[in-house]
């Protein structure tokens, strides 16, 4: 059976950092995505990173604060957050990809490119 389990949200003041963690099982994956979603708002697409750790990231407020990381000997990735902002707030999701790579990493943005996901991890930032 294929999972994804999300661990390490939480609530943390503005400016402080989490380091959420994605376990994955039953299958290795050839790249894995981060995504979140706000209430009232559409998942949207956070960092991935392939299995030999080509890395992309939302060109939006997350880049320089956010960085995703994969350790292959244990199926899992990682996304450390800095100097979160109330706006982070989201349930943050793990997504995994079973297909070749034969896409350019800007691609792996959208949603339809993972085939596995978790079920979520909150991060609350207060203000």
């Known amino acids: 059976q294929v999972q994804l389990v999300e661990s390490g949200g939480g609530l943390v003041q503005a400016g402080g950092s989490l380091r959420l963690s994605c376990a994955a099982s039953?299958?290795?994956?050839?790249?894995m995505g981060w995504f979140r979603q706000a209430p009232g708002t559409e998942r949207e697409f956070v960092a991935a990173?392939?299995?030999?750790?080509?890395?992309?990231y939302d060109t939006g407020s997350v880049k320089g604060r956010f960085t995703i990381s994969r350790d292959n000997t244990k199926n899992t990735v990682h996304l450390q957050m800095n100097n979160l902002k109330p706006e982070d707030t989201a349930v943050y999701y793990c997504?995994?990809?079973?297909?070749?790579?034969?896409?350019?990493?800007?691609?792996?943005?959208?949603?339809?490119?993972?085939?596995?996901w978790g079920r979520g991890t909150q991060v609350t930032v207060s203000s």
């Open positions: 997504a995994g990809r079973t297909a070749r790579l034969n896409l350019l990493l800007r691609d792996l943005s959208g949603m339809s490119q993972y085939s596995y």
């Open positions: 039953g299958r290795t994956f050839s790249a």
């Open positions: 990173i392939t299995w030999t750790g080509g890395t992309t």
